[in-house]
């Protein structure tokens, strides 16, 4: 069972990460722009996932992500578990998912802004992504953790 402790500092992360995100995004949307090298900062609407894949679902995008949200929290509900093992990386995950689902609703598409061109041309992402994949990094790394000390 989770703590009342657990649910705030999820809700606190989320919200601390979707603001930020939110905050980031419009900077660029307000024409901010910078390059070097290497590295370009600069507005760019993603209308797709991850390296622009599943674009040509348009519209019908935003309402899978949501549902898949939804899905994760019905899970998290009644996998009590999780919250309270992982509230930190799950508030990272889903403040940032939030904040690209609404990019979706207020801009048609999610803001990305990174760009790095340094040798080799890689996707263009956000504050949001980077996120998801610490969220993601952080509950692969305590599980591992976890399972090291109870093979012991």
């Known amino acids: 069972m989770f703590s009342s402790r657990d649910i705030i500092l999820l809700l606190i992360t989320a919200l601390s990460i979707l603001i930020?995100?939110?905050?980031?995004?419009?900077l660029f949307i307000d024409g901010t722009f910078w390059q070097s090298s290497c590295?370009?900062?600069t507005?760019?609407?993603n209308k797709g996932v991850a390296f622009s894949m599943f674009a040509?679902?348009?519209?019908?995008?935003?309402?899978i992500q949501i549902t898949l949200i939804l899905a994760v929290v019905i899970y998290l509900y009644f996998e009590e578990e999780m919250i309270s093992k992982y509230p930190?990386?799950?508030g990272l995950i889903i403040g940032a998912g939030v904040s690209n689902i609404i990019d979706r609703f207020t801009q048609g598409g999610v803001v990305d802004y990174?760009?790095?061109?340094?040798?080799f041309d890689f996707a263009i992402f956000n504050f949001a992504d980077v996120m998801i994949d610490l969220g993601v990094g952080l509950?692969?790394?305590?599980?591992?953790l976890e399972w090291k000390k109870e093979k012991k």
């Open 43 to 45: 507005f760019a609407l």
């Open 139 to 144: 509950i692969i790394l305590l599980t591992f």
């Open 56 to 63: 040509s679902l348009g519209e019908n995008l935003k309402f």
């Open 88 to 90: 930190l990386p799950l």
């Open 114 to 119: 990174v760009y790095w061109h340094c040798g």
């Open 39 to 41: 590295l370009s900062l």
């Open 20 to 26: 930020i995100d939110q905050y980031i995004k419009s």
